[in-house]
């Protein structure tokens, strides 16, 4: 049973990457949602984000150049999120000190 599955799990080795890669990704989209609904963005972290954008660009140069799919969809699709988050916490948090 397990010499098996082990093969199993060494033949379908990409499937595993793609599945954890898009559920790590698919984290970030409720809330990418959540903060351009209520454009409340005081509980963001900007380096957080910030982060998570170069953390996502170095993974998708690696994802390139070893042509590794399932990493250059998920570091794309993270960067996406994480960029958007930043876009609405530099916009809604400098509109927010401008009307106080």
């Given at each position: 049973m397990g010499k098996i599955f082990l093969e199993w799990l060494i033949t379908n080795i990409e499937i595993l990457g793609f599945t954890a890669a898009m559920l790590g990704t698919f984290s970030l989209i409720p809330q990418v949602i959540k903060t351009a609904k209520s454009h409340s963005v005081a509980g963001i972290s900007l380096i957080m984000y910030i982060i998570i954008s170069?953390?996502?660009v170095l993974w998708l140069i690696y994802g390139?150049?070893?042509?590794?799919?399932?990493?250059?969809?998920?570091?794309?699709?993270?960067?996406?999120?994480?960029?958007?988050?930043?876009?609405?916490?530099?916009?809604w948090n400098?509109?927010?000190?401008?009307e106080n």
């Open positions: 170069i953390d996502s390139s150049v070893l042509a590794l799919v399932p990493l250059i969809v998920q570091s794309s699709i993270t960067f996406t999120c994480a960029f958007i988050m930043i876009i609405m916490k530099l916009l400098n509109k927010k000190i401008r």
